[in-house]
């Protein structure tokens, strides 16, 4: 029998060769448990490649992939603000990254007497790969059973209902449909079944056509049947960040925003100090969920065994006039060939069965969307870029989505579009989570490579990393629950979801509520100020968009854009070309070119 070690260097000459027929300027070596690929090379698909080709789960903790990209250099957006009004502090608890895995946390972690600190490098929490995300709270009968994305997608979607209920977050339960159009199709169909109860899913069953179309009534003609998994969701992904980031605030959690993380020093298999452009903390406990980031903070922490390629996707939004042709969220069966593909098999149909079983494609296809506000989405794709902030739209990729998805959506048409934003995920080459206790540096934990299902799983992976930081600061000090901590976050009310009756009461109490600012998505001036009174107040364009929704219908914010702008200069006292769309830098109006009448 060869030994273990024996093995392990089998293993390490064949990615070694395997990398060097990829490009001989590449050099491999293994450093602290993990593949280390640098070098210089041309072309991005050459760095993912020698990535995917270096990952050994069984051997090795992760791959480090350090090859450059020749002439790339990453631009980072970073906040222009520099003071020193957190120098000094010293959090139990300091989470980076505002994402919706980062808010839950802090929200998890107010349960308990400490001092908690969120810091974002934005001007508002959901602005990386959680606010470009379609919102599907996922099933997840694609991943594997062994991977953390089942572990705590599973657990995510169980918590689901009872959180959006107690944050007053909108989530609708009406499960998801993958789509036949053979009848062989059938008896993958029945595989995936079984290893989805395998998986503890429960309630996957194949409908035929008529009965699947209770659920889905709009089916194309050639669809024969198709799985239906009920505990699939929709939920709004931004709006439950911001919820979980507002609870954790009313809960004594603290959330800076423009603040970035710029190094940190360690001795001891310790983070003594992180410093960011507000000033040196001095934390006990340093969380990591810095999204597209991530692998940079667990460098700067002594801790890095993953790195992350970024993944750019592109979603597109239909107006709420198309929102009926889908219910759930729909897509084919990896496997399915559409009638016109009859003629042209698609690459690897072998390899492409194989993938959509073990859980390893890392795109479940373009699909169609039912959103939790009516409207219909459609994607995302999936491409590989070296830029971690390439949130650009491409007409090409757009038409392509559209195209694709007229063939399951028969009666979309191109007008039906009303706009179309782009994410970038925080992919590993691993494919999966790294949640995980530092391995390195004893007082950092993980929340890294958290691509999808990162929203539906992002309350399982807070309990446990709240578990682990109560369970690491109970070494040195006495931690106490928090007796005031309230799990219910009352939402201000939203006109468009009340009857008559109660919208009338509303507005006599207070004629805000009667001024009808936003016309397509019926939001009031009464809500707008109720925005800029919450417990995390973002006084910007987009900022209110997010919360309420201004902007987001037919019009874009033709009509109401300018409205918004006056309503948060007049509520602060500050002049309209104060207030900014997005960021600091994001001007809306430069100066006044008109004089007021006399």
């Not at 939203?494 to 207070?510: A, H, M, V």
Request: charged letters at 20%; aromatic letters at 6%; proline letters at 5%.
């Amino acid at each position: 029998m060869l030994s273990k070690g024996v093995v392990k260097m089998r293993h390490f000459n064949k990615i070694c060769k395997q990398i060097r027929a990829l490009s001989p300027r590449i050099t491999v070596s293994e450093e602290r448990g993990c593949i280390v690929l640098r070098g210089v090379v041309d072309d991005w698909n050459t760095v993912v490649k020698a990535g995917q080709l270096a990952v050994d789960k069984k051997n090795y903790l992760g791959v480090i992939n350090d090859i450059r990209l020749k002439g790339f250099k990453q631009n980072k957006t970073l906040p222009t603000v520099q003071d020193q009004s957190l120098n000094g502090e010293k959090p139990d608890v300091l989470i980076i990254g505002g994402g919706i895995v980062g808010c839950a946390i802090a929200r998890e972690l107010s349960r308990y007497q400490l001092d908690i600190l969120l810091v974002e490098r934005k001007a508002d929490v959901a602005l990386g790969a959680t606010g470009a995300n379609g919102g599907v709270v996922h099933v997840g009968v694609n991943f594997s059973k062994k991977s953390q994305k089942h572990r705590y997608n599973l657990r995510g979607n169980q918590i689901y209902p009872a959180l959006s209920k107690q944050l007053s977050v909108p989530f609708e339960q009406k499960g998801q449909v993958m789509l036949c159009v053979k009848n062989w199709e059938r008896i993958l169909v029945w595989i995936l079944k079984l290893k989805a109860r395998a998986m503890g899913i429960s309630g996957v069953t194949y409908l035929k056509r008529d009965a699947l179309r209770q659920h889905e009534p709009h089916l194309p003609d050639f669809v024969i049947g198709g799985m239906y998994m009920p505990t699939g969701g929709i939920t709004s992904p931004y709006e439950m960040t911001i919820a979980l980031a507002e609870n954790a605030v009313a809960n004594k959690a603290r959330i800076s925003l423009n603040t970035q993380v710029t190094s940190m020093e360690t001795s001891n298999r310790q983070i003594i100090h992180v410093d960011t452009n507000k000033g040196r903390l001095y934390p006990q406990i340093v969380i990591n969920a810095a999204g597209v980031y991530a692998d940079e903070i667990a460098e700067m922490g002594g801790d890095r065994t993953f790195t992350i390629h970024p993944r750019r996707g592109t979603d597109i939004i239909t107006d709420k006039k198309s929102g009926y042709m889908v219910r759930s969220s729909m897509g084919i069966s990896p496997f399915a060939i559409l009638p016109h593909q009859l003629s042209a098999l698609p690459k690897n149909p072998i390899k492409r069965m194989i993938n959509g079983f073990t859980g390893k494609s890392h795109t479940k296809g373009v699909g169609l969307i039912h959103s939790i506000h009516g409207n219909m989405l459609i994607g995302p794709n999936a491409i590989e870029t070296p830029d971690r902030e390439d949130t650009a739209t491409h007409g090409d990729e757009v038409n392509s989505i559209l195209e694709m998805q007229k063939q399951i959506a028969t009666e979309l048409k191109s007008s039906d579009v009303i706009a179309y934003f782009t994410g970038v995920r925080a992919a590993t080459y691993e494919e999966d989570f790294v949640v995980r206790k530092g391995l390195f540096t004893d007082n950092i934990i993980h929340a890294g490579g958290i691509q999808s299902p990162g929203v539906t799983a992002a309350p399982a992976i807070a309990e446990e990393i709240a578990g682990w930081c109560i369970q690491m600061l109970g070494q040195s000090m006495k931690v106490v629950v928090n007796p005031d901590f309230n799990p219910l976050r009352i939402a201000p009310p939203r006109l468009n979801t009340l009857e008559d009756s109660k919208r009338n009461g509303l507005i006599r109490e207070n004629p805000d509520y009667g001024m009808i600012v936003c016309r397509c998505e019926e939001i009031s001036k009464g809500e707008i100020i109720d925005a800029l009174n919450s417990s995390l107040t973002v006084p910007t364009l987009d900022g209110i968009k997010r919360r309420l929704r201004p902007g987001m219908g037919r019009c874009q914010g033709g009509f109401c854009g300018p409205l918004v702008t006056r309503i948060i200069a007049d509520h602060f006292n500050i002049p309209l070309s104060a207030v900014k769309k997005s960021g600091e830098n994001s001007v809306i109006l430069y100066h006044q070119t008109k004089r007021a009448p006399q």
